[in-house]
């Protein structure tokens, strides 16, 4: 009975001696800097770079997806308008208008953005 009641006391005064180095353990997310996340930087989330695509960078973009979806034989035409945004028209081996989407010059579609 002595035995456990040593080994009763010695656990409890090992678990009482290390709450204070469990409560003063440092928390990585309180920054003095005022950022609340360890990914905004600089204001962007997750350090977000969005890059501005040329008419040929469009270009080159639609017709890797046109030819990933629709197959060889589709043509694609991109144009910009006078809003600084870019049309971008997908005709068959026809010449019949498939699609016709406007996008930014970030990528992202303006109008129209119904998926198939």
């Known amino acids: ?27 990585d997310n309180d920054k003095d800097d005022g950022q609340r996340s360890e990914y905004r930087h600089k204001g962007s989330a997750m350090n977000a770079d969005l890059k501005q695509y040329s008419s040929e960078e ?6 890797g997806q046109a030819l990933r979806r629709f197959g060889p034989g589709v043509t694609v035409s991109v144009d910009e308008t006078e ?13 019949n208008l498939m699609r016709e989407q406007e996008f930014n010059r970030y990528g992202a579609p303006v109008r129209g953005g119904r998926r198939d």
Not at 58 to 63: S, V
Not at 83 to 95: F, I, K, N, P, S
Request: charged share 20%; proline share 2%.
């Open 83 to 95: 809003e600084g945004t870019y049309l971008v028209q997908l005709r068959d081996a026809e010449d």
């Open 1 to 27: 009975m002595k035995k456990t009641t040593t080994i009763a006391a010695l656990s409890a005064a090992a678990l009482l001696s290390t709450a204070p180095l469990l409560v003063s353990a440092d928390n």
């Open 58 to 63: 469009m270009r080159i973009m639609a017709y």
